[in-house]
């Protein structure tokens, strides 16, 4: 997964990131966006574009928030979103659920 979204764009959705993005895969869950690891580029994009500082390279990654490679990553399986790999999040648009863990968080 070369690109992780992390805690600092939970209720935020800034969007930024998903507006630049070269191959179209940031995805929007209910409270926040997920990388797709298959479709991302590592092109950094969306980290610059960032206005919250959410977004990390996986191997810049603070170790505390380590979890958020899986977030990202589970997303898009079966059991939780069923997305598996769609190829480009415009024509999916907001998906009507969250990762659990992020469900689960206070809002």
Same mark, same amino acid.
């Given at each position: ?8 764009c939970?209720? %935020?959705?800034? *969007?930024? +990131? =998903?507006?630049? &993005? $070269?191959?179209d895969? !940031? /995805? #929007?869950?209910? @409270? ?8 991302? %580029?590592?092109? *950094?994009? +969306? =980290?610059?574009? &960032? $206005?919250?500082?959410? !977004? /990390? #390279?996986?191997? @810049? ?47």
């Amino acid at each position: 997964m070369p690109h992780v979204i992390t805690a600092a764009c939970i209720d %935020i959705k800034d *969007g930024a +990131c =998903v507006k630049c &993005c $070269p191959v179209d895969c !940031i /995805y #929007e869950g209910e @409270r926040t966006l997920y990388i797709h690891p298959d479709e991302c %580029i590592d092109c *950094g994009v +969306c =980290v610059s574009a &960032c $206005p919250t500082q959410a !977004i /990390y #390279e996986d191997l @810049r990654l603070p170790p505390e928030m380590a979890h958020f490679t899986a977030i990202n990553r589970d997303f898009f399986a079966a059991n939780v979103s069923g997305l598996g790999s769609p190829g480009g999040a415009a024509d999916t648009g907001r998906v009507a659920c969250d990762h659990p863990d992020i469900a689960r968080l206070a809002g």
